[in-house]
């Protein structure tokens, strides 16, 4: 099975910049992945990482090390907008599958 | 081009009711899925389609059932609802193609099971 571990709630100020951690432990791996929630709203795709390293989009970056099982998303020049739901999720081993799982997600608030 | 799309968007039942939810998807995706998401909590995987004619169980798949007569449509049939099931359902597609598993969600349903 998947497990998924992120941090329930975190807090920060306008123009700051913030990271989210996401730790997994999966029978299976072939990719990590970070979404986006507004309350009320449905989940949006930010970005995707399937190999080591750092993936850069606009403002926001994400990063996976495979070996420590460990990835995180970051958040630069934060935004009002910014606040929002953020869940990492693993893609299943199994490609066939083409399913993922994703963690309780962590609650961004970011103050003026 | 509408995405994913679901109906209805809010439904309320008393417990014993049944009732389908409609999914659908006009990206010619291969993939389709339920999930259930209760407040505060993350996206659980309900049942999940690889293709026409496919089905296959999520994490949580009791009490639900599904079908995916058509490529581009699935549904999501609760057969007796109970307080249990309260909850906001989504609806996701993504693409074979896509190594991300980028998945595309539908606005949501919010069913209440008094």
């Known amino acids: ?108 608030t970011v103050k003026p | 081009n509408a995405g994913v799309t679901q109906t209805p968007k809010f439904r309320v039942l008393k417990t014993g009711q049944s009732m389908t939810l409609l999914c659908a998807q006009d990206m010619n995706h291969e993939y389709m899925y339920w999930y259930r998401q209760d407040p505060g909590m993350g996206l659980r995987l309900i049942h999940y389609s690889v293709g026409e004619g496919t089905t296959a169980k999520g994490e949580v798949p009791d009490g639900y059932n599904v079908s995916r007569l058509k490529k581009q449509n699935f549904l999501l049939g609760l057969e007796s609802a109970a307080p249990s099931q309260t909850s906001v359902y989504f609806c996701a597609s993504s693409s074979l193609a896509a190594t991300s598993n980028e998945q595309f969600f539908g606005p949501g349903t919010r069913l209440t099971v008094l």
């Open chain 1, 1 to 108: 099975g998947q497990s998924l571990e992120q941090p329930s709630e975190v807090t920060a100020v306008e123009g700051a910049i913030v990271q989210i951690n996401c730790t997994y432990q999966t029978s299976g791996f072939y990719g990590l992945s970070w979404y986006q929630q507004h309350d009320g709203g449905a989940p949006t795709f930010l970005s995707y990482n399937g190999l080591d390293g750092l993936e850069e989009t606009g403002r926001f970056s994400s990063f996976l090390s495979r070996s420590d099982s460990y990835g995180y998303l970051l958040l630069q020049e934060l935004q009002m907008k910014d606040s929002a739901s953020y869940f990492c999720a693993v893609r299943d081993g199994d490609t066939n599958a083409g399913k993922s799982t994703f963690g309780d997600g962590t609650t961004l």
